[in-house]
DNA sequence: TCCTCTGAATCAGACAACTGATAACGTACG
DNA sequence: CGTACGTTATCAGTTGTCTGATTCAGAGGA
């Protein structure tokens, strides 16, 4: 069997790559991906929204809540997140980005624009935005999944 | 910014998802999704030759050498592969599969196939073909950056 | 008002990759 | 023929996820 009929194969061994590439952008600003991904997730919020819980934010980056929990620990650390409420089991805590996080956005966004602009991927806008549509489609299926 | 022009990130994050499942896929048999891929591209040797090296695997698989070494260790250890050569630093090492690694090949091609329909992945055949082809242009981009 | 069940957060350990360093082979060139 | 350099495989430690279990809150129903 051809190695291209093996389309989920290809997608986690090129993502693999570009994840190692992502990796490497961040690590110049002690964050990593998945981390980043969290501090858009919040950069996000609509005026009025008091923050997003721990659950929510692992639901809208796509890894295990206690995965969260621990790089929420390390964020915080660093001053870019605040944690409201009392914390433990079964309180739901308020995460949302100080103005270091906002900061720290800031500087991120042009290399992490620049990484995501389809040239960068070798793709034109159109690909790109091609590309965009399938990898919806294929959440949306695993999400059926569940 | 919207988060669909983030491009290389959603392929991060759905890749992630759809590894999830991979894992999940061959935990039953006792591999990973990677030692797959390694079994795979040993399956696919024509006639005539005599097994790939660590280094090469590495290449094909996209994952570092010395994480082909530990995952090939596993093999071996398996009976689902040979090592030639005295191995040692420097020494290539002819890595081949067995009769077993044929056979446990067999045995986990049905589910990773099914894995792999365009279907299973919410896609029209079409749209799986054009995955593929995205996706090996962002793997050519990523490999001229080297 | 009380009980049950679902969802949330924490705890603990495992794992499959990674990075960085090192030792030796093998090839090419002077 | 000897040297230098690129490649190969191994060694050692780290990391960012995972899984499984546990504890507790809160909502909903009887």
Redesign the interface.
């Known amino acids: 069997?051809a190695?291209?009929?093996?389309?989920?194969?290809?997608?986690?061994?090129?993502?693999?790559?570009?994840?190692l590439?992502?990796s490497e952008l961040f690590a110049g600003m002690d964050l990593t991906?998945t981390q980043f991904?969290v501090l858009?997730e919040l950069e996000?919020l609509d005026d009025g929204e008091e923050g997003l819980t721990q659950a929510e934010l692992a639901r809208r980056?796509?890894?295990r809540p206690q995965s969260v929990g621990v790089l929420l620990t390390s964020l915080v650390e660093q001053g870019l997140v605040t944690r409201t409420g009392p914390g433990g089991r079964g309180r739901r805590v308020g995460i949302a980005l100080t103005e270091a996080g906002r900061a720290a956005l800031e500087r991120a966004?042009p290399p992490?624009?620049a990484?995501?602009t389809?040239a960068?991927?070798?793709?034109t806008p159109a690909?790109?935005g091609?590309?965009?549509e399938?990898?919806?489609?294929?959440?949306?299926?695993?999400r059926?999944?569940d």
Chains 1, 2 share one sequence.
């Open positions: 069997m190695k291209d009929a093996l389309t989920a194969q290809n997608l986690v061994q090129t993502a693999h790559v570009v994840g590439r992502f991906p991904a858009i996000r980056v796509l890894v966004w992490v624009r990484f995501n389809p960068a991927l070798g793709l690909q790109a091609m590309l965009d399938l990898l919806e489609h294929v959440r949306r299926a695993l059926a999944d």
